[in-house]
């Protein structure tokens, strides 16, 4: 093949096979599934699902506050950064009247 004066053996060189594989979920479903996990959190495990709801809202946002996100990203955030600590919250309390009790 002759490869010199315009003549170039790669047609697209920003094929799907250079950049690698799209195989990740997108940003949308990181979104919903944040906000499912920070509504599910307010009622179960919320110490798990709370800082699971950021990293899916944080991911689904692309990592920066700035442009634009979609809602159920921002949502996601919020709400699994007030799950958390409320679940702290929760746990000292707790921890505070099972030793304060004791004495």
Known sequence: MMAGFGHTTRKHPRSRGRMGARSGPDRATLGIIGLICAI?????????????????GWLAMGRRWTGTQSVPALVAVVLGA????????????????AAGGMF
């Open 82 to 97: 007030i799950d958390t600590l409320l679940a702290i919250v929760w746990l000292a309390s707790s921890a505070g009247s």
């Open 40 to 56: 599910a959190g307010f009622f179960v495990l919320g110490f798990v699902l709370g800082p699971v709801a950021v990293v899916c």
